[in-house]
C-alpha cells in the first residue's frame, strides 16, 4: 500500500468506529426495549423459554467461531496485500462451515422436534416453537459471517444496517403485534419468534448484499488459499478463550 492508500485507510478506520459506537449504543438502547417489550407481554415461563432459546444460539457460536475469528483475523490482512482470491476462500469457508452448523440443527430439529424437550427434560417446548427456533438459528448464524466479515473489510455502515433493521424490525412489530392483541397461531411466544425470523431473514439479505458488492465483486487475483491448518489452529485457540462464558450462558 502506498502513502495516499494508508492515509485513506486511517480516514475510514476512524469514521468507521465513530460510526460504530454510535450505531452499537443505538442497538443497545433498541435491544433494551424489546426486552421491556417481552417481559409486559410473555409470560414468565415464555420468557424463559425465549432466553433459553437465544442461549442456544449463543452456545452454537462456538462450532462456527472457529472460522469468524480467522475471518477476522486473516481477511484484512489479505485485503491490504490485494490477495483478493484468499479473502474470498477464507470468507467462503467460514460460510461453508456456518452453513453446516445451522443445517445440521435445522434438521434435527425439523425431523425431532421433540429434542428440546427430551434434552431439557421439559414440555414447555411447542413443536412449532422448535421449528421457528431451528431457521432463526440458522439465519442468525449465517449472518454473523456475514457480520464479521463486514467488519474485517472496515464496512462499519453495513454492519450497523444488519444491527439496527434487525432490532428496529423485531422491537416495532412485536410492539405493534402484541400490543393489539395479535398472536400468530394462538401463543405470544410463536407470535415473538415468527417476528425473530423475519428480522433474521432481513438481516441476512442485507449482509449478503454487502458482501457481494465489497467482497465478492472483486477480481480474483492473488494466491490460492493454502494455509487452512493455520487458520484452523488460529481459530481453535481464539475460541478457547470464550467457552467458559458460552457455557454458563447456556447454563443460566
Known amino acids: 500500500m502506498d502513502a495516499t492508500e494508508v492515509n485513506e485507510l486511517y480516514k475510514s478506520t476512524a469514521k468507521g468506529a465513530v460510526f460504530n459506537y454510535l450505531a452499537a449504543n443505538l442497538g443497545i438502547v433498541l435491544q433494551f426495549l424489546i426486552t421491556l417489550v417481552l ?23 462456538i462450532f462456527s467461531g472457529l472460522a ?16 483478493y482470491r484468499s479473502a474470498q476462500q477464507l470468507f467462503w469457508r467460514g460460510v461453508q462451515l456456518t452453513f453446516a452448523n445451522g443445517f445440521v440443527v435445522l434438521l434435527a430439529l425439523l425431523l425431532f422436534p421433540e429434542a428440546f424437550n427430551q434434552f431439557f ?20 448464524l449465517m449472518s ?12 462499519q455502515k453495513a454492519r450497523a444496517l444488519m444491527r439496527l433493521a434487525y432490532a428496529g424490525l423485531t422491537l416495532l412489530a412485536c410492539f405493534l403485534l402484541l400490543s393489539n392483541g395479535v398472536w400468530l397461531f394462538g401463543s405470544a411466544l410463536t407470535t415473538v419468534l415468527s ?19 465489497s467482497l465478492l465483486r472483486l477480481p480474483a487475483v492473488g494466491t490460492p488459499l ?7 489452529r488460529y481459530g481453535v485457540f481464539s475460541q478457547l478463550s470464550y467457552l467458559g462464558e458460552l457455557v454458563t450462558n447456556l447454563t443460566i
Open 121 to 140: 427434560r421439559s414440555q414447555d417446548f411447542k413443536a412449532l416453537d422448535v421449528i421457528l427456533f431451528a431457521r432463526i438459528n440458522f439465519f442468525q
Open 39 to 61: 417481559i409486559k407481554f410473555l409470560s414468565v415461563n415464555e420468557f424463559g423459554v425465549y432466553s433459553l432459546f437465544f442461549s442456544t444460539v449463543t452456545f452454537l457460536f
Open 68 to 83: 469468524y475469528y480467522a475471518i477476522a483475523r486473516f481477511i484484512p490482512d489479505y485485503m491490504a496485500k490485494k490477495n
Open 144 to 155: 454473523n459471517t456475514f457480520d464479521w466479515t463486514l467488519n474485517a473489510l472496515l464496512k
Open 195 to 213: 417476528v425473530l425470523l423475519a428480522s433474521s431473514i432481513l438481516t441476512f439479505l442485507i449482509g449478503a448484499f454487502f458482501i457481494h458488492k
Open 226 to 232: 493454502t494455509n487452512l491448518r493455520r487458520l484452523a
